[in-house]
């Protein structure tokens, strides 16, 4: 019994690419074999990391501006509001970027989420399950009873490392979400379910 819902946020909540991580890559000379987060916590000196982190802010606020709500995104929330399941999110993100994103949703703001977790929150990132079990233990469910649901690999690790049935939501492309999967240093994670858009979502619930 799904209890709650922990939705990841850019390109699940929103329209993919609003972020241009090749650009991004570029601008801090991040491989495209490396994670990024991890890549700037592992650069040798203070200096050249809040340079980085610098970078990093303006791509992240540039995208969150421009960024759009994805298709069945909206109703989704709504849906689940409605019928009384929780709602998460947990993003790789900052809560800035979050609320920045959220002023171009309509129908849906900050306080539909009784949990935003960010990088900023303590734990790990994705795909760590640290977030997932947080969440949980925040929305007063057990991680078997919260469906994450993400667009990317690290998603699907995170949720399946906390014991929590997982969605990935493809937006189209040939089932791998979106990014890159083969260049992801996690083990290859199978999602329970894989969905087009979330305007499948509510059906699945109710199978
Ligand atoms: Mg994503």
Do not use: W
């Given at each position: 019994?799904?209890?709650?819902?922990?939705?990841?946020?850019?390109?699940?909540?929103?329209?993919?690419?609003?972020?241009?991580?090749?650009?991004?890559?570029?601008?801090?000379?991040c491989p495209p074999s490396a994670m990024i987060l991890e890549y700037?916590?592992?650069?040798?000196?203070?200096?050249?990391?809040?340079?980085?982190?610098?970078?990093?802010?303006?791509?992240?606020?540039?995208?969150?501006?421009?960024?759009?709500?994805?298709?069945?995104?909206?109703?989704?929330?709504?849906?689940?509001?409605?019928?009384?399941?929780?709602?998460?999110?947990?993003?790789?993100?900052?809560?800035?970027?979050?609320?920045?994103?959220?002023?171009?949703?309509?129908?849906?703001?900050?306080?539909?989420?009784?949990?935003?977790h960010t990088r900023e929150s303590p734990g790990r990132p994705k795909p760590h399950p640290d977030g997932v079990i947080e969440a949980a233990r925040r929305l007063g469910v057990k991680t078997a009873e919260l469906l994450v649901v993400g667009d990317f690999i690290f998603d699907i690790a995170a949720g399946k490392a906390a014991g929590a049935p997982t969605v990935l939501v493809t937006n189209g492309r040939a089932g791998t979400g979106s990014g890159a999967w083969a260049h992801a240093k996690v083990e290859a994670a199978v999602p329970d379910y894989t969905i087009e858009s979330l305007s499948e979502l509510v059906p699945l619930l109710e199978l």
């Open positions: 019994m799904i209890r709650a819902v922990l939705f990841d946020f850019d390109g699940t909540l929103t329209r993919p690419d609003s972020l241009d991580f090749g650009a991004l890559r570029r601008a801090l000379g700037i916590e592992a650069l040798p000196g203070q200096e050249e990391r809040t340079k980085a982190h610098g970078i990093l802010s303006a791509f992240e606020l540039a995208a969150a501006r421009a960024s759009v709500p994805n298709p069945g995104a909206e109703e989704a929330v709504v849906l689940l509001r409605d019928r009384g399941i929780g709602r998460g999110i947990l993003t790789r993100n900052t809560l800035a970027s979050i609320r920045e994103s959220l002023k171009n949703f309509r129908a849906v703001s900050e306080a539909d989420f009784a949990v935003i």
